[in-house]
Antibody, heavy 121, light 107 residues
Framework: EVQLAQSGGGLVSPGGSLRLSCVAS????????INWVRQAPGKGLEWVAS????????YYAESVKGRFIISRDNAKKSFYLQMNGLRVEDTAVYYC??????????????WGQGALVTVSS | DIQLTQSPSFLSASVRDRVTITCRAS??????LAWYQQEPGKAPKLLIY???ILQSGVSSRFSGSGSGTEFSLTISSLQPGDFATYYC?????????FGQGTKVEIK
């Protein structure tokens, strides 16, 4: 069974740092890209970052570029989102999601349970 | 960036109603579109990918259509578990943008 188990959320002061983790099971992680998506309280979904299967390609939303770093360790079946310079507006539930590609397109077919990040003084 | 505009933003309907949600893209995204359902406090659930392909295990009451810039999600007969928020997402280009969401509530 494919599963993505998240950890690392919490309360942090503005300007602080936090690292989110996502541990995979049930599939060969080294063949899939991974996305991070967030959802601010009462708001819609926002794509944050993506990393290719071998870490060759990394993409970021403009809102987090230069502050967040996406990474992965395929040997540990783990994916990470290092968040630095956190702002109040980064407060959200953060999801990791597996990026499947077939039928000539891609889509996020499995999601973690989410991790709440609260940025507040 | 590719903008996705969903309509309506809010929909009130009854059990067994047929409902349709539209997603319009600011640029041609071919069939690079997915639909998700999200219940409060839960992670999104994939319903449709490639614009019209039903994800394994998802009820056949859900269907998707469209290509290019116009897409739609139809629920043929609303059931109590379908009252949720629905999002479209494009995978044509980074950033992988989402529509703003459509909340389906019980009339």
């Amino acid at each position: 069974e494919v599963q993505l188990a998240q950890s690392g959320g919490g309360l942090v002061s503005p300007g602080g740092s936090l690292r989110l983790s996502c541990v995979a099971s049930g599939f060969a992680v080294d063949t899939y890209s991974i996305n991070w998506v967030r959802q601010a309280p009462g708001k819609g979904l926002e794509w944050v970052a993506s990393i290719s299967s071998s870490s060759t390609y990394k993409y970021y939303a403009e809102s987090v570029k230069g502050r967040f770093i996406i990474s992965r360790d395929n040997a540990k079946k783990s994916f990470y989102l290092q968040m630095n310079g956190l702002r109040v507006e980064d407060t959200a539930v953060y999801y990791c999601a597996r990026d499947e590609c077939s039928e000539g397109t891609c889509y996020s077919d499995y999601w973690g349970q989410g991790a709440l990040v609260t940025v507040s003084s | 960036d590719i903008q996705l505009t969903q309509s309506p933003s809010f929909l009130s309907a009854s059990v067994r109603d047929r409902v349709t949600i539209t997603c319009r893209a600011s640029h041609d995204i071919s069939g690079y579109l997915a639909w998700y359902q999200q219940e409060p406090g839960k992670a999104p659930k994939l319903l449709i990918y490639a614009g019209s392909i039903l994800q394994s295990g998802v009820s056949s009451r859900f269907s998707g259509s469209g290509s290019g810039t116009e897409f739609s999600l139809t629920i043929s007969s609303l059931q109590p578990g379908d009252f949720a928020t629905y999002y479209c997402q494009q995978f044509k280009n980074y950033p992988y943008t989402f529509g703003q969401g459509t909340k389906v509530e019980i009339k």
